[in-house]
């Protein structure tokens, strides 16, 4: 019984953190229409800035999340504004153009990883930051506070979407750029907004994640690799999908871990496969 | 007036072809060294990448599968490295590929545009993870070593494979199934109420051009000594067969080709020149040949000659 309790905790605070890894590759995917293969670079680049400013000026990982936030944004919103947007606008159909960003955002990966490569070297980093464990079920208290921040994200992010005039515009142009265009919205500029929140959201990700696990900076891909599982398998572009998502997969991972640690990566492959072959539109797509 | 342009054209075509597959032929009587293990690296992504371009070129299903086929041929190179001599290896390692891609081409060819290309990418990953499995339990190591083949044998054996799939090429190309997998790419359901059989000509071509890619998988594995899972099933070889087919242009197949040598070539360069900075350059230059040439380079060349010309000929 506590070997259950054991794995069914340890898959929900990990999936809180696979949710989070995700639900910027789903916007990134579901509005602007870029399957960013280069996402998990910027959670690697999120995760150096904040263990950077904890060496320099000793700023606390949590703070820092402020910091890391808008600065990938921002990096999302100009490299959308220059390449993606070109890209858009010289395919001929929206099929060209999926195609399209996605080989750019691969090269993409390879122009992030190398400069971070280059700014802070191939090692393997890591601190301590709130690893006293909570609780009979010995759970670390930093991947409590990493599924609160998780939370609080999911709830601030569905509240912008639903009630503000901005969410209401990226809801609009996720269903149809055209009519949305027609109705007064500034679609470029909200395609660019999303690719960055996209991003900004993979960037705090990186900031939490650099407090639970050790940081690299070749540990992109993995990331993205889990970021496809989790969209795929909650429905590509939605962002309840990927919630729900990165919950199952990461409930699936602690129970295979639990048996044969060697497994998981394959388990995550075998889900994604035959999900993709039985269900491709995911959990909650239309 | 236009037959007899068109032959003489077509006569310049192959004398020129004929020159370039002498060349190729009896360069390893020249020349040593240096030129052949460019040629052979050159040789080896003409064929990924026009293998990859017979299939997804006209059909528009992007397939980042080439890895898994490639790897595969290398691991038949290796297993089975010692018991058959090198030319059984190489067919092997095509007929185990063909098998392998007809299985997953039925499986998945019913997705469509980014889903299939998520799948294929997936597919590399699962296969590298099992073979990594697999090696774990069964033989309780990573890599595997291959006994190596000398520098001409390989140069001929990836020869040979570039010319069967250059031929293969052509005649997929020029004939119903070329045309019915144009139709395709071009409006599925149309396709398929004009009577083609959808299913058998996507899985079929899709099957041959995984030949070619594991059997250069398999004379690339006795270039090196050691090989491993994360060797073997390297997303790059996925990704890079694509970007070199729009790099040179997709409209015809010397498009792939040229593609695929200047690319080898660049690579080649900065891999000598600026051995820390290569692959973020390289990363620069496949962002600016996405944005800047949509038509890859000879598209690119086309432009210009027309240019050139003036207006002789409306343009097309």
Redesign the interface.
């Known amino acids: 019984m506590n070997a259950f309790r054991d794995i069914f905790l340890t898959g929900l605070l990990l999936g809180g953190i696979f949710a989070l890894v995700s639900v910027g590759l789903s916007l990134q995917y579901g509005v602007a229409r870029v399957l960013n293969v280069a996402h998990g670079e910027f959670i690697m680049v999120g995760a150096f800035i904040t263990f950077w400013m904890l060496g320099s000026i000793n700023l606390n990982p949590l703070v820092s999340l402020v910091i890391t936030g808008p600065a990938v944004f921002i990096m999302g919103l100009i490299l959308h504004k220059t390449l993606f947007r070109r890209l858009m606008d010289t395919s001929p159909s929206l099929d060209v153009f999926e195609g399209k960003s996605m080989l750019a955002s691969f090269g993409l990966l390879y122009v992030v990883q190398n400069l971070a490569r280059i700014i802070w070297g191939s090692d393997v980093e890591g601190y301590n930051f709130l690893n006293s464990t909570v609780t009979a079920a010995q759970i670390p208290l930093n991947r409590l506070v990493a599924l609160g921040f998780v939370i609080v994200l999911g709830v601030a992010f569905y509240l912008f979407l639903a009630r503000t005039r901005l969410g209401k515009a990226i809801r609009a142009s996720a269903q149809s750029p055209t009519t949305a265009e027609l109705m007064g919205v500034n679609i470029h500029n909200v395609l660019a907004i999303c690719f960055g929140l996209g991003l900004g959201l993979a960037g705090i990700a990186g900031s939490l994640l650099s407090t639970l696990f050790a940081i690299q900076t070749s540990i992109g891909l993995g990331y993205t690799v889990i970021a496809m599982v989790v969209v795929v398998l909650g429905g590509l572009g939605s962002i309840t999908g990927a919630m729900i998502g990165g919950v199952i997969l990461g409930l699936v991972s602690s129970t295979v871990t639990f048996f044969q640690p060697s497994l998981t990566m394959i388990a995550y492959y075998v889900i994604f496969i035959v999900l993709l072959l039985s269900r491709p539109k995911g959990i909650m797509g239309k | 007036m236009k037959t007899i342009r068109m032959t003489r054209n077509r006569g310049i075509t192959l004398g020129l072809l004929l020159i370039a597959f002498l060349i190729l032929a009896f360069l390893p009587q020249v020349t040593s060294g240096y030129v052949i293990t460019l040629l052979i690296d050159i040789l080896k992504f003409a064929i990924l990448t026009v293998a990859w371009v017979v299939f997804s070129g006209p059909s ?1 299903y ?1 397939s980042l599968a080439t890895a898994a086929f490639y790897g595969l041929g290398f691991y038949i190179a290796a297993v089975f490295s010692g018991t058959f001599p090198f030319p059984v290896l190489v067919i092997m390692a095509g007929a185990v590929a063909f098998v392998v891609a007809l299985g997953v081409g039925a ?2 060819l019913r ?1 469509r ?3 299939f ?3 294929t ?3 590399v ?2 296969v590298q ?2 073979v990594l ?1 697999i090696e ?1 339990v069964v033989t309780e190591t990573r890599g595997r070593f291959v006994d190596t083949v000398s520098t001409e044998g390989v140069y001929y054996a990836i020869f040979i494979v570039f010319v069967l799939t250059m031929l293969t090429a052509v005649l997929i190309r020029r004939s119903r199934y070329g045309l019915a997998l144009q139709s395709i790419g071009e409006y599925e359901e149309a396709a398929a109420h004009s009577g083609i059989n959808v299913v058998r000509t996507k899985v079929l071509t899709f099957a041959v051009s995984a030949i070619f890619m594991g059997m250069a998988g398999a004379v690339i594995a006795t270039r090196r000594t050691y090989i491993d899972p994360y060797i073997a099933f390297n ?1 790059n070889t996925s ?1 890079l067969p ?2 070199m087919a ?1 790099f040179g242009g997709m409209t015809n197949l010397a498009g792939p080709v040229i593609g695929a040598a200047l690319f080898t070539y660049i690579g080649e360069i900065l891999l000598t020149r600026f051995p ?2 290569y ?2 350059i ?6 600016l040949a ?2 800047f040439m ?1 038509n890859g380079v000879l598209g690119l060349a086309q432009r210009v000659w027309r240019k050139i010309r003036g207006g002789r000929r409306a343009p097309a």
């Open positions: 528009g992007m499986l998945t997705l545009g980014v889903y290309a998520i799948f990418f997936a597919l990953l699962l993870n099992v499995e774990r997303l990704f694509v970007l729009m820390d900075l692959m973020l390289f990363g620069v230059v496949l962002i996405i944005l949509p």
